[in-house]
């Protein structure tokens, strides 16, 4: 597979499906305890942790919106990643006001998990676990 590059990157829509595709990616949040995910280090989108066993909370929804947007639409969703490289501690996701989680929150250690948040309302978000 050939690399985009600056004369024939990947365009959404131009047929270029032999191409990666190629994001700005900005350096994960470390964590090593449990923390509250400010709204940029949340659209940010990567955390990784190693340390002692934790939660990592999910910023409350007016926080986020003031962040992202406060006129986001409904259904509007963005991808996050916890990425656990301790191999003792598993940390937990958990909720600021205004979001509720559907799944499993918790993340073994040496893994990894994929959430995804969705707009659900006026001030209301869900964090869906997809793997």
Known sequence: MALPNGAGGYQIGDGNVGEAQLFVQGAPTALTAGATATAAQLSNGLFTFNGTAGNLQLPTVADLEADISSASKVNSAFDFYIV?????????????????????????????????ARKTGDGTWTAYRIS
């Open 84 to 116: 656990n490289t301790d191999a003792a501690d598993a940390i937990t996701l958990t909720v600021g006001t205004g979001w509720t989680i559907v799944g499993a929150a918790a993340v073994a250690l040496s893994t990894s998990a994929h959430f995804r």
